[in-house]
């Protein structure tokens, strides 16, 4: 069964930086593709940013372009997201989700098979 486990969420001031990391388990990862989605209070589920497992293509929300990285570590299984020049409006439960048809990355959630439990991340002003 796949799990996926997200850490590194919490509290940082504006212009702060945080690394989320999503650590996969259950299966062979070597054609999937992974992404990183939040969801703030009142709101849908947005995409943030994604990967194919084998790094080669990423895929950024323009609201994150240029502040956040998504990178992959296969030897790991792990995702990570690292976020610089944090700001409030970052503030949300970030999740890591995989897509087991990962030949095309994909920037829906439908399209996504599995899902983490989410990490809090709260940016104050």
């Known amino acids: 069964q796949v799990q996926l486990v997200e850490s590194g969420g919490g509290l940082v001031q504006a212009g702060g930086s945080l690394r989320l990391s999503c650590v996969a388990s259950g299966r062979t990862f070597s054609d999937w593709a992974m992404g990183w989605f939040r969801q703030a209070p009142g709101t849908e589920r947005e995409f943030v ?8 293509s990423t895929y950024y929300a323009d609201s994150v372009k240029g502040r956040f990285t998504i990178s992959s570590d296969n030897a790991k299984n792990t995702v990570y997201l690292q976020m610089n020049n944090l700001k409030p409006e970052d503030t949300a439960v970030y999740y890591c989700a995989a897509d087991e048809q990962g030949a095309v990355v994909s920037i829906f959630s439908w399209e996504y098979d599995y899902w983490g439990q989410g990490t809090q991340v709260t940016v104050s002003s």
């Open 49 to 56: 940013a994604a990967i194919s497992w084998s790094g080669d």
